[in-house]
């Protein structure tokens, strides 16, 4: 799966001489809490976010009336709020990388970029919806969560015992498990019921952590 599969796109975009209350509008808008920044001919040149303009308006203990504050935000450009280096995707990263980025630079999205033109954007919301995915979290069945010996095989044995008893994986993803040189396996599986399940693990992993039927 790669970020072109999940990217949201068309991208709402401002330019560096949007007021940033005319951003903050069209956040609100649309329920974005992000703006790409580009210039005239498309380039990226920054992003605005919503913590960007929280941060440039007068704190509730201002003195100032109502009409001053607005008229002091009316002369904020965004330009003078915005990242200017700014992390970036192409459309041909895998989503583990795009997520990776995310996490490990503690930002919300990544616009994905085609040379230096804005085609896409990356979100934590859709990472949260390949996570979904992944997990098989809408698709009705058993789901199972199992520890084995971090050695080769483990899995197909797991693999070939569920489908020996018409069982069928519609998810799998394995996590390291608490002892060393141990894996934690989590499937969802349909075409059986919580009890078969049940048996047919205890013949083949040494632990079975959790046994659950998802509607």
Not at 17 to 38: F, G, H, K, N, S
Not at 153 to 163: M, P
């Amino acid at each position: 799966m790669f970020v072109k599969d999940r990217m949201s796109h068309p991208v709402i975009t401002v330019t560096p001489d949007t007021p940033i209350m005319e951003a903050r509008e069209i956040m609100r808008r649309e329920r974005i809490r992000r703006l790409p920044v580009v210039d005239k001919e498309g380039n990226l040149v920054g992003i605005v976010t919503e913590k960007d303009i929280l941060n440039a308006s007068p704190s509730a203990a201002t003195t100032l009336s109502i009409w001053e504050v607005n008229y002091l935000l009316s002369k904020i450009k965004v330009e003078e709020v915005m990242t200017r280096e700014v992390i970036t995707a192409t459309e041909d990263m895998p989503m583990e990388e795009a997520a990776r980025l995310i996490a490990d630079h503690k930002i919300g999205a990544l616009p994905v970029v085609r040379g230096r033109k804005v085609v896409g954007i990356i979100t934590e919301s859709d990472l949260f919806r390949v996570f979904l995915e992944l997990m098989g979290a809408r698709v009705p069945g058993v789901r199972l969560t199992v520890c084995v010996p971090d050695v080769p095989g483990q899995l197909a044995t797991l693999s070939q015992a569920i489908a020996d008893v018409g069982g069928n994986i519609v998810s799998v993803s394995t996590f390291e498990g608490e002892e060393s040189g141990t894996k934690c396996i989590v499937m969802k599986v349909t075409g059986v019921d919580e009890e078969q399940v049940r048996k047919v693990l205890s013949k083949v992993v040494p632990q079975i952590l959790d046994v659950r039927t998802q509607p």
